[in-house]
């Protein structure tokens, strides 16, 4: 099985701050199954790793470590070329998201996958479109 995996279940793998322990049980998921990204996932992560450090909630080697961790996993990136004016912006306007939320979204759209994500928004646009959540 595939699934779509958000930015926001990725990164309490790291920073421990998921207190339903959902992110974990993503985690543990990958034993069987595969996920897939848009090329952003790997800016938000380094964005979020970024401001962890300077705020000093990790060490660098942490985030290396870390990062080999990812790289370990069966996550894939997608490669086809999505239109960001017509295909992500109205998704942004009619489910109120930032077009990185969107860019998951229209990622399990268009790819008919569930996704895996802690962030409420794309979970509320997720089941009025009939995206399962995983």
Known sequence: MIFVLDCSVT???????????????????????QAIVP?????????????????KKIKSYEALNFFKILYELPIQFDDEETDIFYQIHPLTREFQLSSYDAAYLELAIRKKLPIATLDRAIQKASKKLGIKLV
């Open 11 to 33: 990164m309490p793998w790291i920073l421990k701050n998921d207190s339903s322990g959902y992110s974990v049980k993503i985690l543990k998921s990958l034993e069987k199954k």
């Open 39 to 55: 090329k952003l996932w790997a800016y938000e992560v380094c964005n979020v790793i970024a401001v962890a450090e300077r705020r």
